[in-house]
Antibody
């Protein structure tokens, strides 16, 4: 079955760039839309953005100036990059698959990774 | 941005009882609404999409209803494994996709 595993540094300093990877197993990264979603105690679940290999990425307008999502189809990874982080970016970050088979999308998510915790602190 | 509101924040129920959770959208989302269940230390799990369609493997005691701006998730007879936090999510108008703040179902 499809499995997602997020990875990255657990601690990032303020003003630096957060970079996370999501390893996709059991499916190709070309098979669906892939999403990044984060969860913090203060803001609940927040959709960061999504990507399809032939359609590019779409982002939450509140983050669009700082976020970038990309795909590496050769290694089957989805990447997230968030620049100029602050304490407000402290959260559990999840990678999640759209329920529809690509190139379609539903924008609800049926497979989620276990999440990776990121703390922004000096 | 469509704002999703859930009530109550916490619902205290006994095993075997019925639980009714509400989700309200700041504008119509048609039937483009999903429900998720989240247990501590786990990611959200898709329960319902299209406001009322159960996802694969979801027990029949979970049901969803509503359209437009008012939605309900009903758990007909709570089992011990159902105590969790439940979130609604709209996917009608994006970006961004938006989630409600969650309802915690506790014993």
């Amino acid at each position: 079955q499809v499995q997602l595993q997020e990875s990255g540094p657990g601690l990032v300093k303020p003003s630096e760039t957060l970079s996370l990877l999501c390893k996709v197993s059991g499916a190709s990264t070309t098979s669906a839309y892939w999403n990044w979603i984060r969860q913090s105690p203060g803001k609940g679940l927040e959709w960061i953005g999504s990507i399809f290999y032939s359609a590019g990425a779409m982002y939450n307008p509140s983050l669009v100036s700082r976020v970038s999502i990309s795909l590496d189809t050769s290694t089957n990874h989805v990447s997230l990059r968030l620049t100029s982080v602050t304490a407000a970016d402290t959260a559990v970050y999840y990678c999640a698959r759209d329920s529809a088979p690509g190139p379609y999308y539903y924008y609800y998510m049926d497979v989620w990774g276990t999440g990776t915790t990121v703390t922004v602190s000096s | 941005e469509i704002v999703m509101s859930q009530s109550p924040a916490t619902l205290s129920v006994s095993p075997g009882e019925r639980a009714t959770l509400s989700c309200r959208a700041s504008q119509s989302v048609s039937s483009n609404l999903a429900w998720y269940q989240q247990k501590p230390g786990q990611p959200p799990r898709l329960l319902i999409f299209g406001a009322s369609t159960r996802a694969t493997g979801i027990p029949a005691r979970f049901s969803g209803s509503g359209s437009g701006t008012e939605f309900t998730l009903t758990i007909s007879s709570l089992q011990s494994e159902d105590f969790a936090v439940y979130y609604c999510q709209q996917y009608d108008n994006w970006p961004p996709l938006t989630f409600g703040g969650g309802t915690k179902v506790e014993i």
